[in-house]
């Protein structure tokens, strides 16, 4: 076979994202391209994405990809790097519904178990936005932050003192 | 015009003898509208219920945009050509590899039905893609 697979000629500004799927359809004029069953999305330390369903939509004018709309137990690990010497940073998303919009690198997370972990802790909400470019994650209407206890370790915020005997004391017979 | 592309695989199949003969190492070119749309190159090509199918084997078609760019680069193993009124439809349950010239995305699978005609390509099983997305932070003006 002459084609040359996986070649390396994507566009070099483009991260090159290996989509996995059971079926595939795609529309070759308007450049859509829908996958369905078992979708897995990797970029090596980036981005990983598993869904039932995937679309991915073009800028009209271009031709580039302009969105990413995954459904169906939509669980997106994004990892961001840490601070100088410490470990990566991975942050996990779930919901029913992640729309990924490339003009504004945003993510959309929408449906009924909405949440996205952070070693931070965990924000749930119907409706939870993060920005790729900043870090930044926001929700809209009711939502609820679980901050992990570790955050709050040497902070000294909540050291006090206690009435519970000191360890060995006790009064004699 | 897609008659064009009928009358050279015809063209081609009779040349070689009856209608029913197997052709090797075949290549023709599709035109319409004065365009050239896809170059097509393969194996064996063996007529399937007349004129208008033809079971293929080492199939490659380049197929080009109205500026005259190169689009896509197709091969599979083994596919069936049928002749539209105005175009193609290839199929096959088995391998199927198509690379895009500006990179924009590379994929395969098993299992396909490619209509050239309403520019629709189905990949029924295993499929594998590399999609070109804009990097984080990158240039967005491109």
């Given at each position: 076979?002459?084609?040359?697979?996986m070649?390396?000629?994507?566009?070099?500004?483009?991260?090159?994202a290996?989509?996995?799927?059971?079926?595939?359809?795609m529309?070759?004029?308007g450049?859509?391209?829908?996958y369905?069953?078992?979708?897995?999305v990797n970029?090596?330390?980036?981005?990983?994405l598993?869904c039932?369903?995937l679309?991915a939509q073009?800028?009209?004018?271009?031709n580039?990809?302009?969105?990413l709309?995954?459904?169906?137990n939509?669980v997106i690990?994004?990892?961001?790097?840490g601070r100088?010497?410490?470990?990566?940073?991975v942050?996990?998303?779930?919901?029913?519904k992640?729309?990924?919009?490339a003009?504004?690198?945003?993510?959309?997370?929408?449906?009924?178990?909405?949440?996205?972990?952070?070693?931070?802790g965990?924000m749930?909400?119907t409706e939870?936005i993060y920005?790729v470019?900043?870090?930044?994650?926001?929700?809209?209407?009711h939502?609820?932050?679980?901050?992990?206890p570790?955050?709050?370790?040497t902070s000294?915020l909540f050291?006090?003192?206690t009435?519970a005997?000191?360890?060995?004391?006790g009064?004699?017979? | 015009?897609?008659?064009l592309?009928g009358?050279?695989?015809?063209?081609?199949v009779?040349?070689q003898?009856?209608?029913?003969?197997v052709?090797?190492?075949?290549?023709?070119?599709?035109?319409k509208d004065?365009?050239?749309?896809g170059?097509?190159?393969g194996?064996?090509?063996?007529p399937?219920g007349?004129?208008?199918?033809f079971?293929?084997?080492?199939?490659?078609?380049?197929t080009?945009?109205?500026?005259?760019e190169l689009d896509?680069t197709?091969?599979?193993?083994?596919c069936?050509v049928?002749?539209?009124?105005d175009s193609?439809i290839?199929?096959s349950?088995g391998?199927?590899?198509?690379v895009?010239a500006?990179g924009?995305?590379?994929l395969?699978?098993?299992?396909f039905y490619?209509?050239?005609g309403?520019?629709?390509?189905?990949?029924?099983?295993?499929?594998k893609?590399?999609?070109a997305i804009?990097l984080?932070g990158?240039?967005?003006?491109?």
């Amino acid at each position: 076979m002459a084609v040359g697979w996986m070649a390396g000629s994507l566009l070099a500004q483009d991260a090159r994202a290996p989509i996995e799927s059971d079926w595939a359809e795609m529309d070759l004029k308007g450049g859509a391209y829908h996958y369905v069953g078992n979708v897995r999305v990797n970029v090596p330390g980036l981005l990983k994405l598993t869904c039932g369903d995937l679309l991915a939509q073009p800028q009209k004018e271009n031709n580039r990809l302009e969105s990413l709309v995954a459904t169906t137990n939509v669980v997106i690990e994004i990892v961001r790097l840490g601070r100088p010497g410490a470990a990566p940073v991975v942050i996990r998303a779930y919901g029913d519904k992640a729309v990924y919009t490339a003009t504004n690198e945003v993510v959309t997370l929408s449906g009924g178990d909405t949440r996205v972990v952070a070693p931070q802790g965990t924000m749930r909400g119907t409706e939870v936005i993060y920005d790729v470019a900043t870090g930044r994650v926001r929700a809209t209407g009711h939502q609820v932050t679980e901050l992990n206890p570790e955050m709050f370790r040497t902070s000294g915020l909540f050291r006090r003192t206690t009435n519970a005997p000191a360890a060995g004391g006790g009064s004699k017979p | 015009m897609v008659g064009l592309l009928g009358g050279l695989l015809a063209g081609i199949v009779l040349a070689q003898g009856p209608a029913t003969s197997v052709v090797r190492n075949w290549a023709f070119t599709l035109q319409k509208d004065g365009r050239t749309q896809g170059r097509f190159k393969g194996g064996v090509a063996t007529p399937v219920g007349g004129l208008r199918a033809f079971d293929v084997e080492d199939f490659h078609v380049d197929t080009f945009r109205a500026d005259g760019e190169l689009d896509l680069t197709a091969e599979s193993p083994a596919c069936r050509v049928y002749l539209t009124n105005d175009s193609f439809i290839v199929t096959s349950p088995g391998a199927l590899k198509v690379v895009q010239a500006e990179g924009r995305f590379e994929l395969s699978g098993e299992g396909f039905y490619w209509d050239q005609g309403a520019q629709r390509l189905v990949i029924s099983n295993r499929v594998k893609t590399l999609l070109a997305i804009p990097l984080p932070g990158g240039d967005r003006s491109k």
